[in-house]
Each structure stands twice: as C-alpha cells, then as structure tokens.
C-alpha cells in the first residue's frame, strides 16, 4: 500500500538490498496511476477502460511477482488501493491475471485454486470502505 497511497518515504525504508530497490521502483511505477483514480466512484456498468488497464496491470504484477497467495490476499489489498468501488470487478482481474500466459503453470493453477467459484459469482459486494490500513512498524 506504501507504493499506491501517500504514507511516507517508502523507498528509503523498503530496501534492503539492490534487488529490492529495483523492486521498489518498479512496483511503484506500476502502481503510479493508483492515487488518480482513488478512490473509484461507484460504478454502475463496465469500470472506464482506463481504470480497468490499471487494474489489470496491477494485478499481473503482483500475481507474476507471487505477491498474492490468494483471492482474499488480492481482495484485501485492492480494496485498499482502490476503494471499495472496485470490489465487483476484483474476481475478473484476478483470474485474468492468473491466467496470463506469462505465469509458470504451477504458478497459474495455486492462484485459480485460491479463488472460490461464490467469490467469483457473487452478485452483492460490501460497499463499505475499508478503515484498516496496516502499516509497517520498521521491525
């Protein structure tokens, strides 16, 4: 959440080595476009193609990196990052990027296992806000 919303200087207290800085600034060039469309307005139709590129980039970033373990990982973070607007369309984002050619297929198959089909069908989704953000204490 660090790289999306503004919580402080997270490329001074994410790296821990050369690897990770790289990391760091890629992931936060992913997720660049994150704090103009937060926190997404209800949306009554297709979410605007802008919007839904951004989301799918995100999601083939984190899901290529083994960043999500599962559905309710993945629903847990979006849900931070874009607002409780964009609940509805998680489950398609998700599984379309777990089924990105570019995944191992032992990567794709663990994360199309971590989706429960009544998560991906569901026809209602909390429309509250998420009021937990956690943070990193730097230990």
Not at 2 to 27: E, I, Q
Not at 91 to 113: I, V
């Amino acid at each position: 959440m660090d790289f999306a919303l503004p919580r402080g200087d997270y490329m001074a207290r994410w790296p821990t080595s050369f690897f990770d800085l790289h990391t760091n600034h890629t992931r936060a060039k992913v997720y660049s476009g994150i704090p103009r469309v937060r926190p997404l307005p209800k949306v009554s139709g297709p979410l605007p193609l802008g919007v839904k590129a951004l989301l799918d980039r995100c999601a083939a970033y984190d899901l290529q990196h083994a960043e999500m373990q599962d559905f309710v990982a993945f629903e847990f973070l979006y849900a931070r990052l874009f607002g409780a607007a964009v609940r509805p369309f998680l489950p398609a984002a998700y599984m379309a990027a777990a089924s990105s050619a570019r995944l191992p297929l032992t990567t794709q198959r663990a994360a199309m296992g971590g989706i429960a089909m009544h998560e991906q069908i569901a026809d209602t989704f909390d429309p509250e806000e998420p009021s937990f953000f956690p943070e990193w204490d730097g230990d």
